[in-house]
C-alpha cells in the first residue's frame, strides 16, 4: 500500500514535468519567431481589448474592459504583465522569471502562514485556469491564427 502510494505520486510529477518540458520546447519555438510572436500578441490584444473573453457571471469580464482597474487584479496583472514581455524578449525564462515574481509578490509574501499560502496558493490557481480557459476559449471561438 505504501509503495503503491509512492509510485502514484511520482508518477504524477514525473507527468507533470514532462508536460511542463514539452510546453516548454513548444514556447521556445514560438517565441523564436518573430512573425508568430507578433500574430499571438495581436491575437491576444484583440480577444481582450475587444471584450471577447466571455466569462460568465466573472469579475474578469468587466476588467478586461477597463485597462485602469488591470491593476487591481493579480491574475490579470500577471497576464498583462506577459504579453507586454512579447514586445521586448523571446527567452521563455524571462517568461518564466515574470511569473515567479508575481507569484511571490502577490502569493508567498502575504501568506503569513502555511495554511494561508495553501489559501492563497489555490484560490490564485483556481482564478488563473480560470482567466486562461477564458482567453483560450475566446481565442477558439474568434478563429485566431495564433489559437494552433
Known amino acids: 500500500s505504501s509503495s503503491l502510494t509512492e509510485v502514484t505520486v511520482f508518477v504524477k510529477r514525473l507527468r507533470r514535468k ?3 518540458s514539452n510546453m516548454a520546447k ?3 519555438i514560438v517565441l523564436n519567431n518573430n ?7 495581436s491575437d491576444l490584444h484583440a480577444v481582450i481589448d475587444q471584450g471577447f473573453v466571455d466569462i460568465h457571471g466573472n469579475p474578469f469580464q468587466k476588467k478586461f ?8 487584479d493579480i491574475e490579470l496583472k500577471c497576464l498583462n504583465d ?3 514581455l ?7 525564462r524571462i517568461f518564466l522569471n515574470c511569473m515567479s515574481s508575481n507569484l511571490q509578490a502577490f502569493v508567498i509574501q502575504p501568506s503569513k ?3 494561508e499560502f495553501k489559501k492563497l496558493a489555490a484560490n490564485f490557481q483556481l482564478r488563473w485556469n480560470f482567466l486562461l480557459t477564458g482567453v483560450s476559449k475566446a481565442m477558439t471561438l474568434c478563429r485566431t491564427v495564433s489559437f494552433g
Open 18 to 20: 514532462t508536460y511542463l
Open 26 to 28: 513548444t514556447m521556445r
Open 35 to 41: 512573425s508568430k510572436v507578433t500574430v499571438l500578441k
Open 65 to 72: 474592459r477597463n485597462p485602469d482597474e488591470l491593476e487591481h
Open 82 to 84: 506577459l504579453i507586454s
Open 86 to 92: 512579447l514586445d521586448t524578449s523571446t527567452d521563455i
Open 113 to 115: 502562514n502555511k495554511e
